[in-house]
């Protein structure tokens, strides 16, 4: 059963940098049906995509973060990772890592729990 | 940038009775491929988003029939048969035609 767990600090100072990790478990990263994003979610409000790679390396993002937004990819580790730079306040969100079914449904198919990530001095 | 708009954005339903949620998005979710991609997303409290319906009207695997998705063009509609306790929760339906976005969720609470 595929798993997708997020990682990284939970405390982010102003205008640095935010870096997160998403293994994936119980499946490769590598298989051609597949993208694997980055959401994020405001306490209280609702989701944002933030963008999505696949094993190749071919990156997407949000046109409003890209500026900010380096979506990247190890595939030795199954991993994918997401760095946002120069964070602010309203940067505070759960950011979840989830599945892109790009071949078939088009849809977010599989998520981690989320980790929550809070930016403040 | 497509905006997706639901309604209501609060809605108290009794046990056993139907619910009904509405999507519209800003410009038609046609894709040039001839797929309309419209999906509906359940997060249950302190739970990340599951995915529901995909492509209008599909069922995920594991997702109960009472679950069903309609629409075409710009107007998408969810609706569950009979509301169940477990059902409690906040609803976004997604476009993933061009690029992604998300409506602003609809909260689905028992009275």
């Known amino acids: 059963q595929l798993q997708l767990q997020e990682s990284g600090p939970g405390l982010v100072k102003p205008s640095e940098t935010l870096s997160l990790t998403c293994t994936v478990s119980g499946g490769s990263i590598s298989s051609s049906s597949y993208y694997w994003g980055w959401i994020r979610q405001p306490p209280g409000k609702g989701l944002e995509w933030i963008g999505s790679?696949?094993?190749?390396?071919?990156?997407y993002y949000n046109p409003s973060l890209k500026s900010r937004v380096t979506i990247s990819v190890d595939t030795s580790k199954n991993q994918f990772s997401l760095k946002l730079s120069s964070v602010t306040a309203a940067d505070t969100a759960v950011y979840y890592c989830?599945?892109?079914?790009?071949?078939?449904?088009?849809?977010?198919?599989?998520w981690g729990q989320g980790t929550m990530v809070t930016v403040s001095s | 940038d497509i905006v997706m708009t639901q309604t209501p954005l609060s809605s108290p339903v009794t046990l056993g009775q139907p619910a009904s949620i509405s999507c519209r998005s800003s410009?038609?979710?046609?894709?040039?491929?001839?797929?309309?991609?419209l999906s509906w997303l359940q997060q249950r409290p302190g739970q990340p988003p599951r995915l529901l319906i995909y492509?209008?009207?599909n069922r995920f695997s594991g997702v109960p029939d009472r679950f069903s998705g309609s629409g075409a063009g710009t107007d998408f509609t969810l609706k569950i048969s009979r509301v169940e306790a477990e059902d409690v929760g906040v609803y976004y339906c997604?476009?993933?035609?061009?690029?992604?976005?998300f409506g602003q969720g609809t909260k689905l609470e028992i009275k």
């Open positions: 989830a599945r892109l079914d790009w071949s078939g449904a088009d849809a977010f198919d599989i």
């Open positions: 410009q038609s979710l046609v894709h040039s491929d001839g797929n309309t991609y």
């Open positions: 790679i696949y094993y190749s390396g071919s990156t």
């Open positions: 997604m476009q993933a035609t061009q690029l992604y976005t």
């Open positions: 492509k209008i009207s």
